[in-house]
C-alpha cells in the first residue's frame, strides 16, 4: 500500500520559516505540495519531478524551495517568509506521470493526510 507521510507543520509567527517533508512508501517521478486555507479553494504550490526540476505558483515563487531527496524518497519544502495568508492544511501528493501543466492539475493518484501550517502573530 502506498503511504505518503507529512511532517513538519506547525505554528510560527509571520516573518518566520518551517520546513516541511514528506516521505513517501516507495519512489515517483512526480512529487508536489498542494494546499488548503480556510475558506479557500485547494491550490497547488510547488511540483518537483524526479531530476530535480521544480515548479512554483506566483503566490510562493521566491519564498519557498521544493526539493527531494531520492535515496530517502522524501520531499521537501523550504518555507521562508511566512504570512498569514501562507495559513493552510499543506499536503503532499505523488504521481508517476508528470502532466503538462502539472500545477493546474488535481487529480493526483496518492495524496498524504495534510499537516497544519499556522501563521499568526
Known amino acids: 500500500q502506498v503511504q505518503l507521510v507529512e511532517s513538519g507543520g506547525g505554528s510560527v509567527q509571520p516573518g518566520g520559516s518551517l520546513r516541511l517533508s514528506c516521505t513517501a512508501s516507495q519512489s515517483f517521478y512526480f512529487m508536489g505540495w498542494f494546499r488548503q486555507g480556510p475558506g479557500v479553494q485547494r491550490e497547488a504550490i510547488a511540483a518537483i519531478r524526479s531530476d530535480g526540476f521544480a515548479l512554483y505558483a506566483e503566490s510562493v515563487k521566491g519564498r519557498f524551495t521544493v526539493s527531494r531527496d531520492r535515496n530517502k524518497n522524501t520531499m521537501y519544502l523550504q518555507m521562508n517568509d511566512l504570512e498569514p495568508w501562507d495559513t493552510a492544511v499543506y499536503y503532499c501528493?505523488?504521481?508517476?506521470?508528470?502532466?503538462?501543466?502539472?500545477?493546474?492539475?488535481?487529480?493526483?493518484?496518492?495524496w498524504g493526510q495534510g499537516t497544519q501550517v499556522t501563521v499568526s502573530s
Open positions: 501528493v505523488a504521481d508517476s506521470i508528470w502532466y503538462s501543466s502539472p500545477l493546474e492539475h488535481s487529480d493526483y493518484k496518492y
